[in-house]
């Protein structure tokens, strides 16, 4: 076996958690979702 070093992806701390969750409750605009698309 390989032994290998990485970071921990992910949520590590409650507020984390709480952001994704507020995240998750956006709603976004057509308008919003345009602009975003066009400034990638």
């Known amino acids: 076996m390989t ?11 409650i507020f984390h958690v709480d952001g994704a969750v ?3 409750e956006l709603e976004l605009t057509a308008d919003t979702i345009t602009l975003a698309v066009k400034n990638r």
Request: net charge positive.
């Open 3 to 13: 032994n290998v070093t990485a970071p921990v992806v992910g949520a590590t701390k």
């Open 22 to 24: 507020k995240a998750v």
